[in-house]
């Protein structure tokens, strides 16, 4: 060999990768949500990060709304379920597991986005939908009623979360609130007396007590409310 050149390196001598599984890439997809946001939690970006083809990804997962939806099912595992089996009232404690579930995706709202079109399957999703349907059985709740509220309130808490988190990113979102708010205070008492009665409560923000009360008001709805009874 000539004087200063290098040995060729073997590609058995290089470090081989680690073998692709899809919980493998659930895990790095992860990772670069929460360096990098959701809008960047694409298929070919992903590839990039695991030193792959984008068409070895499709082998495990079918596209990026499947990719979507198997990360929010992860991050479902951070709901607190705990209330499930605790003491106490079960209005309250079925309210504690669905605003634990509406935190976890305030924190993740571009996922709550897609989670209102495409839902989670995974074991995640199944424990909230379990602890959910315990608490329901607990306070009486017919079994058919209960399959209905499950999607119901778990949609309450989805849409919440995704309207909060839009807002949230709009860039004039300050702007809109106040041009609403300056129409209410700008009306005629005369052709809109039930609106400017109410224009304290309708402007207020207390999106906490708002929340907890929407629960109240569709749990107190399914106790009282029977399905039809061709369903």
């Known amino acids: 060999m000539p004087p200063g ?9 290089r470090p081989t990768k680690p073998a692709l599984t899809r919980q493998g890439i659930v895990e790095a997809a992860l990772s670069l949500l929460r360096a990098e946001g959701l809008e960047r939690v694409t298929m070919r970006r992903l590839a990039q990060e695991l030193d792959t083809g984008a068409a070895s990804l499709y082998v495990y997962v079918r596209n990026t709304a499947e990719l979507h939806a198997l990360i929010l099912d992860e991050l479902l ?37 897609s989670a209102l079109v495409t839902r989670p399957s995974g ?28 999607d119901l309130l778990l949609h309450f808490a989805t849409s919440t979360a995704t309207e909060q988190g ?37 402007l207020s923000v207390e999106g906490a007590e708002r929340l907890t009360w929407g629960f109240h008001v569709l749990i107190n709805g399914v106790l009282e409310t029977p399905r039809p009874e061709s369903s």
């Not at 050149?5 to 001598?13: E, G, L």
């Not at 052709?191 to 224009?199: E, Q, S």
């Open 166 to 202: 839009i807002r949230s990113r709009a860039i004039d979102a300050d702007d809109e609130e106040d041009r609403a708010a300056a129409a209410l205070l700008g009306l005629s008492p005369e052709t809109f007396p039930h609106i400017v009665a109410l224009n304290a409560v309708l």
């Open 123 to 150: 074991p995640g999703y199944l424990h909230l939908v379990e602890g959910v349907l315990a608490l329901l059985s607990e306070g009486g709740v017919a079994p058919g009623r209960a399959a209905w509220a499950v």
């Open 77 to 113: 595992g951070d709901v607190d379920l705990a209330p499930v089996s605790a003491a106490g009232e079960w209005r309250e404690r079925l309210v504690a597991v669905l605003w634990s579930y509406t935190a976890v995706l305030v924190d993740h709202s571009g996922l709550a986005q």
């Open 5 to 13: 050149k290098r040995p060729p390196i073997s590609r058995r001598d």
